[in-house]
């Protein structure tokens, strides 16, 4: 039985293909939830939100909650 070379190669570049794409999508899910962390923290670092650390997390306080205080 002969398989012609040209259906081998495309089924190797769908392969790795599909290998790059698992990869890929897996790093990003991992890295998304250090990004929003960072992101909240460079927040309330410089001001543009306020949060109280409670327990070593930081929760963000609504307009009205932050003017009561």
Request: glycine share 6%; aromatic share 10%.
């Given at each position: ?11 190797i ?8 794409f ?29 949060a109280?650390?409670?327990?070593g ?13």
């Open positions: 039985m002969f398989i012609d070379p040209i259906i081998i190669q495309w089924g570049m769908l392969g790795a293909s599909v290998c790059a698992m990869i890929g999508m897996l790093w990003s899910e991992n890295r998304k939830e250090a990004i929003i962390e960072n992101t909240i923290v460079y927040l309330v670092d410089n001001g543009f939100i306020r109280q650390k409670i327990d997390e930081y929760e963000i306080l609504k307009l009205d909650e932050f003017d009561k205080e």
